[in-house]
C-alpha cells in the first residue's frame, strides 16, 4: 500500500492551496485518513481527521481554515488549506488505516509528506 501526497508548496499568508494524499496498492478498504504536520523541532501533531462514515475531527488551531474530505471511493483524501498562516509552516503527512486482503485488522500507512510553507 502507498500513500503519495501532493499540492503543497510556497504560498503568502491569507492564500490556499490544496493537498492530495491518493492511496493505491493491495486495498480491500479505507477506514479512516488523517493529515498530520510536524515543524522544525516540533512533534508531529494531528490536523484533521475523517471517518469511514465522513466524520470530522480538526485541530483547534485550524478550525475554520482547513477541510478534511475524501472521495466517495475514499482511495483519496484532500486536505483544503484557506487563510494560511505562517504557522502553517510544516511538513504534512497523510495516513490511512487500511484494511488489507489477507491481513486481519487495520493497517496504518503513511506518505511521504508534503512541504507547506507560508510566507508572511
Known amino acids: 500500500v502507498q500513500l503519495v501526497e501532493s499540492g503543497g508548496g510556497l504560498v503568502q499568508a491569507g492564500g490556499s492551496l490544496r493537498l492530495s494524499c491518493a492511496a493505491s496498492g493491495s486495498i480491500f478498504s479505507i477506514n479512516g485518513m488523517g493529515w498530520y504536520r510536524q515543524a522544525p523541532g516540533k512533534q508531529r501533531e494531528l490536523v484533521a481527521a475523517?471517518?469511514?462514515?465522513?466524520?470530522?475531527n480538526y485541530a483547534d488551531s485550524v478550525k475554520g481554515r482547513f477541510t478534511i474530505s475524501r472521495t466517495n471511493a475514499g482511495n483519496t483524501g484532500y486536505l483544503q488549506m484557506d487563510n494560511l498562516k505562517p504557522e502553517d509552516t510544516a511538513v504534512y503527512y497523510c495516513?490511512?488505516?487500511?484494511?488489507?486482503?489477507?491481513?486481519?485488522?487495520?493497517?496504518?500507512?503513511w506518505g511521504q509528506g508534503t512541504q507547506v510553507t507560508v510566507s508572511s
Open positions: 475523517i471517518t469511514s462514515g465522513d466524520n470530522t
Open positions: 495516513n490511512a488505516d487500511v484494511k488489507v486482503p489477507g491481513w486481519s485488522g487495520l493497517h496504518t500507512f
